[in-house]
């Protein structure tokens, strides 16, 4: 009989050495291809957008220099391969800078539209409210609300604000477990509290804890158990608002969805995004999506109040540039392999044999252009980094990209 363990072990390929294949670029100040492979976002890096980074930020501060909740809508059209990631991706690293200028928190999230599933939009937001506050104090969005009412002088009055019953029973009685019992009996309430406020079913014995007669059965009233929320973490000075990137939103047109899908969903996220403020109460919102061209014009048809709300008639839409010549590219190129050879000099003090820009040629630049944009205009930047990247492959051999 063969022995398994021999034979897995002879046919394992040794793993390459990184390092040693990298080794070839350290001459130009480079650790590693200086152009991401396909998908990969280096959120740092943007190019040719100027005009429209520059009208998301002053959106931004509209909402943070506002006394009263605000809510804003941007949306971001281009082609497929077009920067719409990597533009949706920019404006969440650069956000929580600007805030932090303004001494602000927001909740950051992101979502893919195709799912079509308010609830799973929702489901996203209360995770990442949980990793915000786990960052800050170490523990979960309801267990950190609990915290700060704690600490109030008068917690009841801020209790007794809430619109919605079932918020403020369930709120009273973790707050009154967390003072009586604040360890294990604590816990499992906040476990319960957690399942109801993401709409999961709750037990007969949960819900008699929690003093609730039914779960959250419908997306309405998710919605709302969520801005109840939100408004009062904003009162507790726990966090300011929402920042949330909803990508692709041409996806709900191509996932095999039903139209009575599409409108229900999207009517949900209008929903969302008219009760985050009502009468200058609730929390800030900054709500930014992402469409192709196509996407776009099929939101328009189906539902022309949405298109026009959340930013996508032309003259409002972010229209992100393309790379339309040959100058342009190489600029785009140096732009990476700038950022990349920075990179590099954190860590190294000595000087490499040659220039970083040296890696690669106008000449090579101008035929990946000429390639990606096939015949057109432009090309999609996209289109344009997998060439880059290739080009460096074909160049260096097998190289670490991460």
């Known amino acids: 009989m063969t022995d398994p363990l021999k034979n897995f072990l002879k046919d394992i390929q040794k793993p390459v050495n990184k390092q040693a294949a990298n080794i070839a670029l350290e001459k130009f100040g480079l650790e590693l291809n200086p152009f991401p492979p396909n998908r990969m ?16 930020l002053t959106t931004s501060v509209e909402i943070l220099n506002a006394s009263a909740p605000q809510r804003r809508a941007v949306a971001i059209v281009a082609g497929t391969g077009g920067g719409k990631t990597h533009f949706l991706q920019y404006c969440r ?15 950051l999230s992101e979502f893919v ?28 969005f309801l267990t950190a609300i ?60 949960e819900k008699r804890k929690l003093g609730l007669v039914s779960r959250i059965s419908t997306p309405a009233f998710a919605v709302k158990v969520l801005r109840e929320l939100f408004s009062l973490a904003r009162k507790l ?15 709900l047109f191509t996932r095999g969805l039903s139209p009575a899908q599409i409108q229900a969903f999207l009517q949900d996220v209008r929903y969302f995004y008219d009760e985050s403020v009502r009468d200058e109460q609730g929390f ?16 328009l048809k189906v539902n022309p109040p ?10 409002n839409r972010l229209l992100l540039n393309q790379i339309e010549s040959v100058g342009d590219a190489i600029e785009f190129s140096y732009k990476y392999v700038d950022y ?13 044999e040659q220039a970083a820009r040296n890696i690669i040629t106008p000449k090579e630049i101008e035929t990946a252009f000429i390639a990606a944009s096939a015949g057109h205009r432009a090309a999609a930047p996209g289109s344009l980094l997998d060439l880059l990247h290739k080009t460096i492959q074909e160049k260096f051999g097998p190289l670490q990209n991460s």
């Not at 707050?175 to 037990?203: C, G, H, N, Y």
């Not at 000075?237 to 949330?244: V, Y």
Request: glycine residues 4%; proline residues 3%.
């Open 41 to 56: 976002i280096v959120p740092d890096v943007i190019y040719g957008q100027d005009q429209n980074v520059n009208r998301f």
């Open 306 to 315: 949405i298109f026009q709300r959340f930013g996508y008639e032309r003259d």
């Open 284 to 299: 800030d919102l900054l709500l930014l999506t992402a469409s192709t061209t196509t996407g776009a014009d099929n939101l």
């Open 113 to 140: 539209a195709g799912s079509g599933k308010m609830m799973d939009l929702i489901r996203n937001i209360i995770r990442d409210s949980d990793e915000m506050c786990k960052e800050l104090d170490g523990c979960d």
């Open 146 to 205: 609990v915290r700060e009412l704690e600490i109030q002088k008068a917690p009841d009055e801020h209790l007794e604000k809430l619109r919605i019953p079932e918020v403020r029973e369930v709120l009273s009685r973790l707050l009154s477990v967390k003072r009586a019992q604040p360890d294990f009996s604590f816990e499992m309430m906040i476990s319960f509290a957690r399942k109801w406020i993401s709409a999961e079913t709750l037990t007969q014995t």
């Open 340 to 352: 990349y050879n920075d990179k590099w000099k954190e860590n190294n003090r000595s000087r490499p």
């Open 93 to 107: 690293h650069a956000f929580p800078q600007v805030s932090k200028k303004f001494g602000q928190r927001f909740i």
């Open 237 to 251: 000075h726990l966090f300011h608002g929402l920042f949330i990137c909803i990508d692709e939103i041409e996806s």
